[in-house]
């Protein structure tokens, strides 16, 4: 008798973990990775503008840093055209800077799947030479979609180009 309400409690809480793990399952499965690129919008002798676009994909928040090698430094951070056109049309969110060490946030109250520019980043070169692959990259910590009450963790992918060969790169995320 003790052996079989053990095997009953088993296949009941079996059960149970299944199915809440289902639901979230599906939930998570709705929303798929973004792809983001990288590319070079301008430069000249001083400076180089490079902005980060979303290419496919959706989500509703996103923190990432744009960083350089040296003999760059941050000068300024903006909305690309995308997300000024996301808030023009009435999209609500915020979004935070911080041009001293390149990091910018997102937190949109709807999912946000705007392709185009959606962050731009000025920097100064001090050697003033051509700028090259890999002289300054995105580093992605968090990429999410609010579902409900949960958080819906994605893993962005960025693609680096330099308008004249890519280099594709998936992001790690840091946590």
Same mark, same amino acid.
């Given at each position: ?22 639901? +979230?399952? &599906? =939930?998570? #499965?709705?929303? &798929?990775?973004?792809? +983001? ?13 490079? &902005? ?11 923190? %990432?840093?744009? @960083?350089?090698? *040296? ?5 300024? /951070?903006?909305?690309?055209?995308? /997300?000024?056109?996301? %808030? ?8 935070? @800077?911080?041009? =001293? ?5 997102? #937190?949109?109250?709807? /999912? ?5 520019? +959606?962050? @731009?980043?000025? +920097?100064? !070169?001090?050697?003033?030479?051509? %700028? ?8 992605? &910590? ?14 962005? !992918?960025?693609?680096? *180009? ?14």
């Amino acid at each position: 008798m003790k052996n079989s309400i053990k095997k009953i409690i088993s296949i009941v809480l079996c059960a149970v973990m299944l199915f809440a793990m289902g639901g +979230f399952a &599906s =939930s998570a #499965a709705t929303y &798929s990775n973004p792809v +983001f690129s990288l590319t070079v919008v301008s430069e000249n002798d001083s400076q180089v503008v490079v &902005s980060l676009n979303l290419v496919s994909g959706k989500y509703q928040c996103l923190d %990432f840093q744009f @960083k350089a090698v *040296s003999g760059y430094r941050c000068v300024k /951070l903006e909305r690309g055209e995308a /997300l000024s056109s996301y %808030f023009s049309a009435g999209g609500q969110g915020m979004d935070e @800077k911080n041009v =001293s060490n390149g990091k910018a946030s997102a #937190a949109l109250t709807s /999912l946000y799947s705007k392709t185009g520019s +959606f962050y @731009k980043a000025t +920097f100064v !070169k001090s050697n003033g030479g051509n %700028f090259k692959s890999g002289d300054i990259t995105v580093v992605i &910590s968090n990429c999410s979609v609010l579902d409900g009450e949960k958080t819906v963790v994605l893993t962005p !992918k960025v693609n680096y *180009s330099t308008g004249l060969a890519l280099n594709e790169t998936s992001v790690a995320m840091n946590y």
